[in-house]
């Protein structure tokens, strides 16, 4: 009986199996900790793509805004001047209050 309390082969064999465990647990936790920052930097390139796009179609619209806008002014001045004059004296009335 005292045999098998101070080490019998089925002992160093669970010991075995217990460091193979760990060096196990070991290798899959450094595994699941590079594919979280693999996962986590695929995220933030995906983010970085998709809000540089969004940038160059609101600029590319705004620069075509801004030339109708130019256009219409260079056709018909007198016809902006009293848009923007209307609409300056109703934003005052807004704001006044």
Do not use: C, F
């Amino acid at each position: 009986m005292s045999a098998s309390l101070n080490g019998g082969p089925e002992m160093a064999t669970l010991q075995h199996d217990i460091a193979a465990l760990k060096r196990d647990v070991t290798k899959l936790m450094e595994h699941l900790k590079a594919g979280a920052t693999g996962t986590a930097q695929n995220a933030a390139a995906q983010i970085d793509a998709g809000a540089r796009q969004i940038y160059s179609s609101v600029a590319a619209e705004a620069e075509r805004s801004a030339k109708v806008l130019s256009r219409q002014v260079e056709e018909q001045p007198l016809m902006s001047l009293l848009i923007a004059a209307g609409v300056g004296y109703i934003s005052g009335r807004l704001l006044s209050r």
